[in-house]
Each structure stands twice: as structure tokens, then as C-alpha cells.
């Protein structure tokens, strides 16, 4: 039962406010039983430390085997979980199991189940109500005994509403939800997560001098609203890493350079080798290049996922074309107006790119 302090769940999941107390209290309470567990909450709270959690306090003998929806092409979703027989299909030349039998005795962590498509929810539900499955192309009943946790960040209910996710089934995995809170309703765990991501960073590479984050950090860390919550959290800390290893972290330092990718000035002045190691951290093994730091980055695609989660709505047509708009005036401009070079720098035809003009009303500039 419920023991915060020698339990799984309070070693993996850090932080002691209220929310975060509550939910690691019903982590453990749920833990040993073995109902479906529903997961929710915006994405980078910590969905999937709450299902190795639940795992780790279950005593189950077996093992935890997760499956990303999202990443996992429809198609091939259901040999991925109920494994095939062999001659199956064309290509499958020996009997193979899948994750639901991978899981068994233990924990199969479903994740993004928002994304399953409707023809395997139904298989899902059958699953749940047989606790058996065939493999595909087999017609053997294998009984299985396994935990389902399940996690999205989408709204299931509204899902239901709109005819995407099976009511039956979601009733059916909403035996016991667990709402893991947005950091922002959670602040008082900052520092305590600030301390342990510190902990992990340095456990990765004992050399690296850490960040030195002072109170007006804290206190500027604390004012942040986190729209991308603990990944956010740890992202800064890579980048502290990076920009300020062995340094004073600062308020400002924090506003002004960790949470927007801005090369503090000290490190603007200082020799181009030492800014090679300072950023070597923050580069891995990415494609970037210095240059890349010193000219401002593009907008990542990926960036519009923890901003999106705080609106209703985007006109997506409108925003695309904005975009479009933008880059092709900027091409132009860079260019003197000649439109063959446009093209290239925009990597398209130069007739797509005349097209493109017309349809977007879009001037060659002016004074040229
Ligand atoms: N309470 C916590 N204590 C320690 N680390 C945490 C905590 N919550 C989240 N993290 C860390 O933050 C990162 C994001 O967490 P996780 O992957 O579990 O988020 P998620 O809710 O599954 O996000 P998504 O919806 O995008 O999949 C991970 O590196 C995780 O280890
Ligand atoms: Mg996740």
C-alpha cells in the first residue's frame, strides 16, 4: 500500500507538491491491482514515468513492454501487438510473437492510444473482454494475464464525442485515470526537479563543470509558465550545460538566453575554440553548426506542439500561407527580384514559385 518513501514511485517520480504527493500516492495505491490504468495529462508532465511507476509497484514478475500508437504506421499495428503465425503474409517467414504476449505476467504500457485507429480498438476491446488473444493468421485462444496502462495527451472524451475513440472502449481503460498535472499547476516541485535533471546531466559526463543556477534563476524559473513542462525543464538544463557550465546562472541569463536560444554575450567575446566546447554539449550529435547559433534558428515544426496545447484552435491554411508569404518575399528581396534565383534559394521550380505569386498576390519588390 501506500508508502511514499521506499516505494518505486518515490524515487522515480521527484517532487513534493501537493499534486505531485497525491498522484504518487495513488500510483501506489493503484500499483498492485489489475485494472486498466488511464494516463492523461500535456505532453512532457511525465506520462511515461508514471507508467514505469506503476510497474515498478506491482510486483509483477513480468516485463514492461511499451508501444508508441502515434509511431507504429496503422497498417502494421496489429502484428506488431499480436504477433503472426508464420505464412501469415507474405514475408513472414516464422512465427513471431507480438508486444501483448511480450507482456505478459507484466505491464504493456500503450501510449498516444488517441492514435489507435478505430479498427483495432475493437480488437483492444475484444482483448479486454476475453483477456486472450490469436495471433494474426492463428487461431489459437492464448490466455494472457498482463497489466494495460494506456496514455494520451488528447481529450478521449471529446474523441468519443466526435466518433474517433470507442466509448466502450474508453470506459473500458478508464478503470483507474491517472492525471499527471502540468508543471505550471506544480511549481513548488521546480526546484527539486531543477536539482535531480542536474544529477542525471552530470551522471552522463562526470567532466562537465554544472551550471551554477542562482536565486534570481529560481526565482525566474519559477515565474515561467512551462507550456512544455518537465521536458522543457530538462531542455534548459541541457542548454545551461552548454552555455554556462562552471558559471553563475542568472535570472536574466535564464530569460534571456535558456529560454530562447540566445548566445550569452560573455561567450559572444570569448575565443572560438572555447565556444566549440562550451556548445559541444548542446551540439551531441546534431547536425548543427556553430554558425548556426550565432544566426538565428528557424522555428522548429516540433516547437508548435507544446505551444498549440494552450489554444482551441489554428487556422492552419491561414497560418501556412503566412508562412509561404514570409519566405517568399524575403527570397525575393535577397535576390533583387530575380525570380530564378528565388526559386532556388526556395528550393522549388521557378514556374511553381511564379505560380505561387500569383495566387498569393505577391509583388516582385519594389525600387528594382
Ligand atoms: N516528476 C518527474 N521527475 C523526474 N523527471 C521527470 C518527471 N516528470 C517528467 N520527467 C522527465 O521529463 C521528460 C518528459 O517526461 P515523459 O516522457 O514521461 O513525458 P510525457 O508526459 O510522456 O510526454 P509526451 O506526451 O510528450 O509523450 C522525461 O525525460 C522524464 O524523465
Ligand atoms: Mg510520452
Known sequence: MADCSHSATSKIIVGGSPAT???????????????????????????ELVAQALHDDSARSGRLVAVNCAAIPGELMESELFGYEKGAFTGADKRRF????????GTLFLDEIGDMPLSL?????????????????????IPLNLRLVCATHKDLLAMVEAG???????YRLNVFPIAVPPLSERREDIPALL????????????????PVFTETALTALLAYDWPGN?????????????????????????????LSLKLPNELLQIEQDALWDASSALLGNSELEIEDLLVPMPPRPEDYKPWFVHHDSIDLRGHLRDIEVVLIEAALTMTDGMVSHAA??????????????KKLVIDKPQNI
Not at 474517433?164 to 474508453?170: E, K, P, T
Not at 525543464?233 to 542568472?250: H, I, K, P, Q, W
Open 21 to 47: 504527493m497525491q498522484m504518487k500516492r495513488l500510483i501506489e495505491t493503484v500499483a498492485p491491482s489489475i485494472g486498466p490504468v488511464l494516463v492523461t495529462g500535456p505532453t512532457g508532465a511525465g506520462k
Open 195 to 210: 536539482e535531480k535533471l542536474v544529477e542525471k546531466r552530470r551522471a552522463q559526463d562526470a567532466e562537465a563543470a554544472p
Open 121 to 141: 480498438q475493437t480488437k483492444l476491446l475484444r482483448v479486454l473482454e476475453n483477456h486472450t488473444i490469436q495471433r494474426v493468421g492463428g487461431n489459437e485462444d
Open 344 to 357: 532556388e534559394r526556395l528550393n522549388i521550380g521557378r514556374t511553381t514559385l511564379i505560380e505561387k505569386m
Open 98 to 105: 507480438g508486444r501483448f504476449e511480450q507482456s505478459h505476467n
Open 164 to 170: 474517433s475513440f470507442r466509448a466502450d472502449l474508453y
Open 230 to 258: 518537465v521536458r522543457e525543464l530538462r531542455n534548459l538544463v541541457e542548454r545551461a550545460f552548454a552555455l554556462f557550465s562552471g558559471r553563475d546562472v542568472t535570472g536574466a541569463h535564464i530569460r534571456e538566453n535558456l
